[in-house]
């Protein structure tokens, strides 16, 4: 059974950092690509940032190049996510979520909340 | 940046066919997929590749995707339908989202 179990969010003042994680177990975490998508309270859902099987290739998001790194350790079956100079409008539900090779995500976590407030 | 666009609501009456629609350029093109989100759940794919339905999808979800417009069409609409929808499309090396549309089964 896939599992996907985010953590690491919380509330942070505006300009702080904070790194999110996703676990993931009951595929093979490697062979494929991963997707954080955000959901800022009431409102739709973002695409923020995927990241290859490896590693080797990422994506970002206009509104976060720059101030978020994906990244992936294939040996412990983790993402992460480091999130830079958060601003309010960061506040969101983020989701990670295995991708598919014609890009969409089959399985999502049940996500972590991140807000940004002073 | 890429857009894509989607009606705010959609109504549709017990056993009838809802139609959903997203817009975006020459988005025929690329692949669309769409997702299902209950209120505080996650979302769940329920048509990607613009037609193809995954494992334990009902067979009243269908899509297609041709010109500009991908359509999500759920024949024989269950009250258990009723949630917010979403497009999504890949351009270039950026994913996008549709703003979603909220169906309700009145």
């Known amino acids: 059974e896939v599992q996907l179990l985010e953590s690491g969010g919380g509330l942070v003042q505006p300009g702080g950092s904070l790194r999110l994680s996703c676990a993931a177990s009951?595929?093979?975490?490697?062979?494929?690509?991963m997707t954080w998508v955000r959901q800022a309270p009431g409102k739709g859902l973002e695409w923020v940032s995927a990241?290859?099987?490896?590693?080797?290739?990422?994506y970002y998001a206009d509104s976060v190049k720059g101030r978020f790194t994906i990244s992936r350790d294939n040996s412990k079956n983790t993402l992460n996510l480091q999130m830079n100079s958060l601003r309010a409008e960061d506040t969101a539900l983020y989701y990670c979520a295995k991708t598919l090779g014609t890009g969409e995500s089959d399985y999502w976590g049940q996500g972590t909340l991140v807000s940004v407030s002073s | 940046s890429y857009e894509l666009t989607q009606p705010p609501s959609v109504s549709v009456s017990p056993g009838q066919t809802a139609s959903i629609t997203c817009s975006g350029d020459?988005?025929?093109?690329?692949?669309v997929c769409w997702y299902q989100q209950k209120p505080g759940q996650s979302p769940v794919l329920v048509i990607y590749q613009d037609t193809k339905r995954p494992s334990g999808i009902p067979e009243r979800f269908s899509g297609s995707n041709s010109g500009n417009t991908a359509t999500l069409t759920i024949s024989g609409t269950q009250a258990m339908d009723e949630a917010d929808y979403y497009c999504?499309?890949?351009?270039?090396?950026?994913?996008?989202f549709g703003g979603g549309t909220k169906l309700t089964v009145l």
């Open positions: 009951g595929f093979t975490f490697s062979s494929y690509a």
């Open positions: 999504q499309a890949w351009d270039i090396s950026t994913a996008e």
């Open positions: 990241i290859s099987g490896s590693g080797g290739s990422t």
């Open positions: 020459e988005l025929g093109n690329k692949y």
